[in-house]
């Protein structure tokens, strides 16, 4: 089993849909979670960080469930250009991340 | 604030050859990490230092890959001699502090070799 896995779509929606990913991991031990979007041949960048809490930032919410070790990422109301590849990143107890192999996302008119 | 620089933007090489690449991470970041990303592929952790000493290397093939981080300021990475399969986009990012830290990334190296 992969440390981290997602799947690696393409979602393809209509603007105005909502759109969930999953991303699961296997080191229980993990520590920190995040999604950073990468944009068609340009380098990732950090969307949001995950709290066991969860948190919300406009349109988008991501929540950690531990117990069955998978973060999500919900996107409500989407753009054209929310397009892109979601990447989800897990760091364990000594901090090393780790990155899943992206989601993509296209969201048409 | 000055992101993170990295050169060159692009590289062809023929196989058996030999290529380096530099990084300048952003200013007071401790750790630096070197990824290599495939296309398609999520990107895949080289190496990890912490200032200059090196925080995890488990996925570098230490057989053709190095990489240094004197000072610990900027870093290089080398690939000696070169394979078809290290074709990919090479990234460089860095943090404040270790992994559970926002990364911060450069436009990466593009590299291909023929």
């Known amino acids: 089993r992969k440390e981290v896995e997602q799947d690696p779509g393409p979602f393809n929606v209509p603007e105005g849909a909502t759109v969930a990913f999953n991303c699961t991991y296997s080191?229980?031990?993990?520590?920190?979670f995040f999604w950073y979007r990468q944009d068609c041949r340009k380098e990732p960048k950090l969307l949001m960080s995950?709290?066991?809490s969860g948190n919300e930032d406009g349109r988008f919410t991501a929540q950690l469930n531990r117990a069955s070790q998978y973060i999500s990422l919900l996107i409500r109301d989407s753009k054209l250009s929310d397009s892109a590849t979601y990447l989800c990143?897990?760091?364990?107890?000594?901090?090393?991340?780790?990155f899943g192999r992206g989601t993509s996302l296209i969201v048409h008119p | 604030e000055a992101g993170v620089a990295q050169s060159p933007r692009y590289k062809i090489i023929e196989k058996r050859q030999s290529v380096a690449f530099w990084c300048n991470p952003i200013?007071?970041?401790?750790?630096l990490y070197w990824y290599q990303q495939i296309l398609g592929q999520g990107p895949k952790l080289l190496i990890q230092?912490?200032?200059?000493?090196?925080?995890?290397d488990s996925q570098l093939p230490k057989d053709r890959f190095s990489a240094e981080r004197l000072k610990g300021v900027d870093s290089t990475l080398k690939i000696q001699p070169a394979k078809l399969e290290d074709s990919a986009v090479y990234l460089c990012?860095?943090?404040?502090?270790?992994?559970?830290?926002?990364?911060?990334f450069g436009p990466g190296t593009r590299l291909t070799v023929l």
């Open positions: 990012a860095s943090s404040w502090a270790g992994g559970g830290n926002e990364q911060f």
């Open positions: 080191n229980s031990a993990s520590q920190s």
């Open positions: 995950v709290y066991s």
């Open positions: 990143v897990v760091a364990g107890g000594s901090y090393i991340p780790t």
């Open positions: 200013s007071g970041h401790a750790t």
């Open positions: 230092f912490q200032n200059n000493g090196v925080v995890d």
